[in-house]
């Protein structure tokens, strides 16, 4: 599995208003991840939410498949993790 910056990830709002992306994921040390523009996706608050909660859900996504499932509602799981974590 491939290394991302340690979760739990959070969504920041920058507190810099001359900063042009000031929607920010942090990781647990508080750098950034990744920061978005607000103005310019209409939908960017929910991206960065869904961006924020990832290492989580793949955390969880891991344990379904460690007690024993191969797929959910016809989605392969081990697909699924190998596209979160292999380049």
Do not use: F, Y
Request: with cysteine; hydrophobic share 45%.
């Amino acid at each position: 599995m491939s290394a991302h910056s340690q979760g739990p990830w959070t969504l920041r709002d920058s507190e810099i208003p001359e900063w042009q992306n000031p929607l920010q994921i942090e990781d647990v040390h508080g750098l950034c991840v990744v920061s978005l523009e607000r103005g310019r996706l209409h939908d960017a608050e929910s991206n960065a939410r869904l961006i924020a909660a990832a290492p989580e859900m793949l955390d969880a996504l891991v344990a379904v498949v460690e007690g024993g499932a191969d797929s959910v509602g016809g989605i392969d799981l081990h697909t699924l993790i190998a596209k979160a974590t292999q380049p």
